[in-house]
């Protein structure tokens, strides 16, 4: 069944710059009514948003500081008080630190499922919600293993996980919710290109190590996740890498 973008009010976490941006932009060319885009970095939120606007209108953009690990009630309830309802929720927010066990996981993961379980919440139609779509975000690592970041690899393997068991065909009869998960290759973005890794002596190898991947750009993560919404199946996970189109996984 394939789903239409415009109309949509989505939400969309770390949106400041590289993937969430580039997701922000795509969802707005094919007609999204509002995009909220929520980030920690105050400066880069607020000059996209003004960008953004510029370009797509002043009414279909809006952005708000957001700690994903500190903020979900208070910007959950702010955005539920102004729009009354959300259409897609894309938890974009992630890390890349080896150096931090504690902050990987609480970020990539248990925030991820924290805001996912909000928002499921409130779209659930046989809660009195509306339906609606959840995409978690991933990463190729969430199903390929390296030996440079361990706990990235956890962290992105949970979110596997949790959003095929959530987005189950029998929860989806029940709630109208779909969850899917979107596994990004390697991308040209700030996290991408400066890694943090623990152990020093491996960043040779693993640089040499990223440079035989397929790499893209964060356009093309944009585009692809674009045409999951429009055409994925409750709990599916799919890769876009090398600016190729979205692939289902087959698991």
């Known amino acids: 069944m394939a789903h239409d973008v ?6 969309i976490t770390g949106a400041a710059d590289g993937l969430g941006l580039a997701m922000t932009k795509s969802f707005l060319q094919k007609g999204a009514k509002l995009v909220i885009s929520l980030d920690v970095n105050e400066k880069a939120g607020k000059e996209a948003e003004a960008s953004l606007k510029s370009e797509y209108g002043d009414e279909r953009v809006v ?13 959950y309830n702010k955005i539920i008080a102004e729009y009354k309802n959300v259409d897609l929720l894309i938890n974009n927010a992630g890390v890349l630190d080896e150096l931090n066990i504690r902050r990987t996981i609480e970020i990539n993961t248990i ?18 919600g509306k339906g609606g779509t959840i995409i978690n975000v991933s990463s190729i690592y969430g199903f390929r293993v390296l030996p440079y970041s361990p706990y990235y690899h956890a962290s992105k393997f949970a979110v596997v996980g949790f959003s095929r068991s959530l987005g189950h065909e029998d929860n989806f009869k029940r709630s109208g919710v779909r969850v ?26 693993l640089k040499e190590c990223l440079l035989a991947h397929d790499w893209q750009t964060p356009e093309d993560i944009g585009r692809g996740t674009v045409e999951i919404f429009e055409n994925a199946d409750t709990a599916t996970v799919w890769l876009v890498e090398g600016a190729r189109p979205a692939e289902k996984l087959k698991y």
């Open 63 to 75: 952005f708000y500081k957001c700690n994903v690990q500190t903020d979900l009630e208070a910007i």
């Open 111 to 128: 925030a991820l499922m924290e805001w996912t379980v909000q928002f499921y919440e409130h779209m659930r139609i046989d809660k009195g």
């Open 6 to 11: 415009k109309g949509k009010v989505v939400v």
């Open 180 to 205: 899917l998960t979107l596994c990004p290759g390697l991308t040209h973005t700030n996290m991408a290109n400066d890694p943090q890794i623990k152990e020093e002596a491996m960043v040779p190898q």
